[in-house]
């Protein structure tokens, strides 16, 4: 840019994630990921003459459930409206939604950035019904219509305009995806559609207190996408201003082939959805009791959980921050550290070689084999000076993952992998090895004391790694110097 006039973003988001529930908002028409098309559509589903919808209740304390670790209040009245447009894959003409009496109103959410921590406002939380796919790559010149998704329980989480980069953007959208994960409301998987993200940006000059007119690019499937597609628009309004022009209010779409967005349509107003209270769905009127209920069943929820780790683990900031990726990651750790006090090492090796092993395997931590006093045991030889640590990796690590052989010293025995510490032996490995080399003996006593290192490293070949490498370096030294 070269102008000299300072802009600002200012970007307001709409989540919407799925509700992981078995069945839909108002049938009990299952909401099975990937199914044959079209066969998960009772007339309910599809909106025919005579069908009654019924609310489910599991979603509806799925919703609460995300207001409370939001910080939201929980609307006590409730009814869904129809919000009216046509649209192929929106089978009866309608979507079913909360209009003017969102189930979970303002909140917040705390975003780190860099280390810095900060609450991003929201502004609502509400109950929606999903629509059904069109999809335009299978057939060359049909639109096929698969209407399975008609009908699933969506939360929609909207934002304040309160996020002002689309790096801000990417660290609220991957707290939220953590957070719907934690919670069990949603698999927060985005390659499937099951969170999706619609970004509303707008730019203004520094220090103007007005927004400036948004544009909205809906539908983005990947947190990289949303932060790219939010880059490309901040970019774009920036130079329509500069160039004197004025920015429409836009809907728009993100190409992923080229990163840029595209407009679809001129923005409509809330009026032209002629939004009016369902008139077959009777209003829903939550109970304190209930609502407490819901509050009590919460599990721990990931900031106080990483507080927790640092306190009670002596774990710092950034382990604990690590750990608290997800629900079960924190239950691996807890349980191992019933078995160690070496807390470190847990996180290490979770965050570490293990990850490492998860990640090849495209598991999670609530699918490890491996069980918690295993990983225990293999710290506790390790601390013992039995094993080193890249050889426990490297070679132990692989054998245990399944969770079939737990009995780590056998295996170390069996691999022929335990560090020697007996004296007489190890001293038997440093006499070779100082022996080897005569030259170098002269040299390390003439004072170039970093050949240390080199005669470790002979001991290490001497030994096939089996020498402890602290006892070995202290006998090393102690004959070197005399
Ligand atoms: P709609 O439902 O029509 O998309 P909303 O008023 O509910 O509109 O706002 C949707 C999102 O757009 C919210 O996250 C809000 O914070 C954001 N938003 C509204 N105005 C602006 C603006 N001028 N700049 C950036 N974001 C905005
Ligand atoms: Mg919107």
Not at 276 to 289: G, I, K
Not at 428 to 435: Q, T
Not at 442 to 466: H, N, T
Request: net charge neutral; charged share 25%.
């Amino acid at each position: 840019m070269t102008s000299s006039k300072q802009y600002e973003a200012v970007i307001g988001l709409e989540v919407h994630a799925q509700l992981a529930t078995n069945s839909k908002l108002f049938c009990s028409d299952a909401t099975t990921y990937g199914a044959s098309p079209n066969t998960q559509i009772s007339p309910i589903t599809m909106g025919h003459p005579g069908s009654l919808p019924k609310t489910n209740k599991k979603a509806v304390e799925f919703a609460i459930k995300m207001g409370l670790a939001c910080g939201s209040s929980i609307v006590k009245e409730n009814y869904f409206a129809r919000k009216n447009y046509f649209y192929p894959d929106l089978p009866k003409g309608y979507q079913i939604s909360q209009h003017t009496t969102p189930i979970c109103a303002g909140g917040k959410v705390q975003i780190k950035i860099e280390g810095q921590k900060r609450f991003v406002q929201l502004n609502r939380i509400h109950l929606e019904e999903d629509a059904g796919k069109s999809i335009h790559d299978i057939d060359p010149t049909h639109t096929l219509i698969d209407l399975n998704r008609a009908g699933t329980p969506l939360i929609e989480i909207v934002t304040e305009p309160d996020l002002y980069s689309a790096e801000e953007a990417f660290a609220y959208v991957t707290e939220i995806r953590k957070l719907v994960q934690w919670l069990g409301i949603c698999n927060g998987n985005m390659e499937e559609g099951s969170l999706r993200c619609d970004a509303n940006v707008s730019v203004r000059l520094k220090g103007e207190k007005k927004l400036g007119t948004r544009v909205e690019v809906k539908n983005l499937n990947s947190i990289r996408n949303v932060k790219k597609a939010i880059e490309f628009e901040i970019t774009r309004l920036i130079e329509i201003l500069e160039s004197g022009g004025t920015i429409t209010q836009q809907t728009r779409s993100f190409d992923a082939s080229n990163d840029t967005t595209f407009a679809i349509r001129d923005k409509e107003e809330a009026n032209d959805y002629r939004y009016f209270p369902d008139p077959d769905l009777a209003p829903f009127v939550l109970s304190e009791s209930y609502i407490d209920a819901i509050k009590t069943g919460l599990p721990i929820l990931p900031a106080a959980v990483e507080e927790k780790l640092m306190t009670q683990f002596q774990l710092s900031a950034y382990d604990a921050a690590q750990l608290c990726e997800s629900l079960a990651t924190v239950h691996y750790f807890e349980a191992t550290a019933q078995h160690t006090i070496n807390f470190k090492s847990v996180a290490n090796w979770m965050l570490g070689p293990i990850k490492s092993y998860l990640n090849e395997a495209g598991l999670d931590y609530n699918k490890l084999a491996l069980q918690p006093t295993t990983l225990a045991n293999l710290i506790r030889l390790i601390d013992e000076g039995q094993l080193n640590f890249s050889v426990a990796a490297s070679k132990i690590l692989p054998q245990i993952t399944d969770g079939k052989k737990t009995d780590v010293l056998a295996i170390a025995t069996e691999l022929n992998v335990l560090q020697v510490n007996d004296a007489d032996t190890l001293e038997k490995w440093v006499d070779a090895a100082i022996a080897s080399m005569p030259d170098k003996v002269i040299e390390y006593q003439k004072g170039k004391k970093g050949l240390i290192g080199l005669f470790i490293g002979a001991v290490k070949k001497i030994s096939q790694g089996q020498a402890d490498p602290n006892k070995v370096g202290d006998m090393l030294m102690k004959k070197l110097n005399k």
